[in-house]
Structures are given as C-alpha cells and as structure tokens.
C-alpha cells in the first residue's frame, strides 16, 4: 500500500472482550452460573472440554492487563458485564458483582483509557434460563431491572453503553443452530428470543434516558455481506434470504420499526404465527439510539440448495483459523449499506480482528497474517471515511487470545499471546503495530 492513511482527528482506537471469555473467578465474590457455565460443563459442547472457569483470569489481573493497554496505547475498552455476578439469583442484587466493575472502570480512568461496557455478551443467568431463558417475554423485565441497576451504579463513570452483543447469535446461533448456550434447535424459539432481546434493548434505550445520564447507548450487531455464488435467480433469492436472517431481521426492526416482510412470510410458513409480537412493541425497539456498534469479520456466499432455502459456499480465497474468508472489501460494501439504506449514525466497528495458530518463538510472537488483515481492513474503514462515512471509531477482537465460546481455547483473536498454564501475556508482533497506528492516527 502506498502513502499513509491519516484517520480523522479524535477517532478512536480500542480493543474488545467479553466478561465470560476472559474473567475467570466464575464462583467468587458471589457470582452466580450462568448458561455458558451449564453448557461448556454438558460433554461435547466446548471443545476439549473447556471451560471459561479460569480463563484469562482477567477478574484478578486487570490491574496489570489494564497497565498494558496503557503501554499499547490504547485509547478505549470494550468489556461486558457479567449478568450472572449482578444478579446472581431471582431477586438478588450483589453489590460484590458491581464492585468489581468499579475497581476496573476506575483503573481505566486512571490510566486515560475510555471505558465502554457491553450489558449483556451471552452470559445470561441459569436461573434465567431455568425460568425458560429469553423466550419468555419475563426475560425483558429481569433485563431493565439489571440494565438499571448498573446505570445506577455505574451511569456516571461509563461513558459509551452497549445494550446487546450480537442479537443474531444469542437467538439464532444458541437456539435454532444449537451451537451456543442454551444449544436449542427450534425456529419459533429462536425468533421469540430474537424478539425479546430486541425489545429489552429498546427498553433499556428508555431507561437510560430516563435515567437522565450524560453519556451514549447503542447496540452491537454482528452484519456481514451476503453474495449469491451465480447469477441463478435461486441463488440471488437465496441470498436474499440469508442477508434477511443475518442483517435484515435486526436492522429493520431497530431503524425502521418493522421485520422485513419477505421473512415474516417464509418465517410464519416455517414456525407459525408472531402472536408473540405484542402491539407497541416495534415501537419501543426503533426507540433512537446514538450509534451502532458494528461486528464484522467475514462476507459469506450462498447458493440455492433443493429446497431453495440458502447453502454456504466455502471460500475460495484466503481464510483465518476459524475457516472464515479473509474479505476486507466487505467491510467497506457493509458500511455503504447501512449508510445508504439505513442510518446516518455514528458508527463505531466494535470488533474486527482474525484468529490464527499462533507460536511463542525465543519469547515472542510474529503474526504477520494478523498484521495484514488488520491493515486490510483499517484501509477498507478509511476508504468509508474518505467517502464521508460517519464511522468514529475502532475496536479490534480481541485484547488478548481468550474462551473462544464452542471453541474452547483452540482459537487466538488476541493482539497479546495467554500462555494459559502461566498466565503470562506476550505482546504479538500485531499488538506492536497498533500501536504504532493508533500514535500515528493512521496506517502506512
Ligand atoms: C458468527 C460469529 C460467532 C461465531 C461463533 C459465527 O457464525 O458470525 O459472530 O462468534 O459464529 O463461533
Ligand atoms: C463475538 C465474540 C467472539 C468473536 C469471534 C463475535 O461473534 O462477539 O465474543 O469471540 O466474534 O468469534
């Protein structure tokens, strides 16, 4: 690539995680299970067996983990709050839980890193669960109690808030693919909780600007592009229908107040009627938020299979760990959509990032491949603000590697190496690097 790429004074440049990915302490200071302690524990969920029990045994090492953002140079925070430490049973507040975000949101304050929190990252509460989990619409109630709780607690010290992460995967991963806690497989299931975590985010939008607090919510949605593989208009209609299960079924309902009316119709067909969408509630879903939290990491490609129902295609080109296309052009074509079709919102990308088999060599780390994505894609984000695209700022997945959810520990996201036996963090090659990006406010 040649000449530097300058990003727009005051953008800003972070990395993410999530509290069950990377807190251990999963019994202490009161910590109630939640359905990812249930499921890693049921045999052949996680990957060998792993748990999130120790993790990055973040809950301890914050201090020092915090401490090296600061010699990294980072300018924000992602993290989540675990429900589970909050509300650890029905009814039953533990102040213990919000203690610890405290301590951490101070230690970022007293470093100058910004600190954003994410409410709800996929540790729901067994006793949740118990209860029937997010396809009971009590769900929602028990989620503005929590949401509230922590504005009051933490409203003034956390300035950027996030309602969910991901509405896609905690609905139709977990429950129609059974692929993530709870692991159902039932459509009508997985639509019901699609629509109460939706309504539970435009609730809590209300709360917080009830609560009357000085500072930001939004949402997080994973969004990726969807190509047909031919011209065959099966395989566009495919691909339309793949784009309203990944993006349209949560963009519509919180930008413009409806689901898209192509996918209630093969959705009905498939599960049902949605009597379980009460009257105002669209309403209270497309309540105005501050900005959108984009996820991306890949485009996908679908052709038509005999049922005319959407089929991934594997990628042709280059792919990380995880098997997923190396696509940075599609970061692009994403932001163009939302702008063009749905909002002129602050966007902020609040992950992006690639796990790759990496080594500890004479005490380091090199990544290039890391490297490479990154700037990829920081170009492709670039190329959106060069074209006037209102994107504000950066979050890349994740910190450090960490409990990559089904995968166990077997996948490394993180700009700094855990050796898990130790617990000791190295600094990757590509941790370098950004930092060199974020002093320079650009990339060469
Ligand atoms: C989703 C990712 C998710 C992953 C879990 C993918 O299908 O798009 O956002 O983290 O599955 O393995
Ligand atoms: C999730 C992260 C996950 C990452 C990589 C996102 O779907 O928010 O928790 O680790 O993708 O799969």
Redesign the pocket.
């Known amino acids: 690539m040649n000449g530097e790429l300058r990003f727009p004074e005051g953008f800003l440049w972070g990395t993410?995680t999530?509290a069950y990915?990377v807190e251990g302490a999963a019994q202490e200071d009161g910590r109630g299970p939640s359905i990812w302690d249930t499921f890693a524990k049921t045999p052949g969920k996680v990957l060998n067996g792993d748990t999130g029990d120790v993790a990055c045994d973040h809950y301890h090492r914050y201090p020092e983990d915090v401490r090296l953002m600061k010699e990294l140079g980072m300018q924000a925070y992602r993290f989540s709050i675990a429900w589970p430490r909050i509300f650890p049973e029905k009814g039953r507040y533990n102040p213990k839980g919000t203690d610890f975000y405290k301590r951490l949101v101070d230690t970022l304050h007293q470093h100058g890193i910004l600190p954003v929190a994410t409410i709800y990252?996929?540790d729901l509460p067994q006793w949740i669960q118990d209860e029937g989990g997010w396809a009971n619409r009590r769900s929602v109630d028990y989620f503005v109690e929590y949401a509230n709780t922590l504005f009051r607690e933490l409203g003034d010290v956390v300035p950027l808030w996030i309602t969910h992460?991901?509405p896609w995967?905690v609905s139709f991963l977990s429950h129609w693919l059974g692929q993530h806690a709870p692991g159902h497989r039932d459509l009508r299931e997985a639509l019901q909780v699609a629509h109460h975590v939706l309504l539970s985010h435009g609730r809590t939008v209300q709360a917080y600007r009830e609560a009357g607090l000085s500072g930001r919510i939004g949402i997080?949605l994973?969004l990726t592009v969807v190509d047909a593989a031919s011209e065959d208009p099966a395989d566009l209609r495919a691909a339309q229908i793949s784009d309203g299960n990944a993006n349209r079924w949560f963009l519509d309902p919180i930008f413009r107040g409806s689901y898209p009316a192509d996918m209630v119709e093969i959705y009905t067909e498939q599960a049902g009627p949605f009597d379980f969408v009460h009257a105002d509630d669209l309403d209270i879903i497309r309540r105005p938020i501050d900005f959108l939290g984009v996820?991306y990491?890949t485009r996908s490609v679908v052709r038509a299979g005999e049922d005319g129902m959407p089929k991934p295609v594997p990628p042709a080109g280059p792919v990380t760990d995880?098997g997923w296309e190396v696509h940075p052009e599609s970061l692009y074509r994403l932001l163009t959509r939302l702008r063009r079709e749905y909002t002129g919102l602050p966007l902020y990308i609040t992950?992006n990032?690639a796990?790759y088999p990496d080594r500890v060599v004479d005490g380091r780390v090199d990544d290039p491949e890391r490297i490479a994505y990154l700037r990829d894609h920081f170009a492709a984000a670039h190329r959106f603000i060069q074209e006037g695209g209102n994107l504000q700022g950066y979050f890349v997945?994740?910190f450090m590697d960490?409990f990559?959810?089904a995968f166990g520990y077997s996948?490394r996201?993180g700009l700094v190496y855990v050796d898990y036996a130790t617990q000791t963090r190295i600094p990757k090659a590509s941790a370098l690097w950004y930092r060199d990006v974020i002093a320079a406010n650009g990339i060469r």
Request: net charge negative; with cysteine; aromatic share 22%.
């Open positions: 993410a999530a990915q990252h996929w992460n991901e995967c997080t994973n996820n990491y995880m992950e990032g796990a997945w994740s960490n990559e959810w996948k996201f």
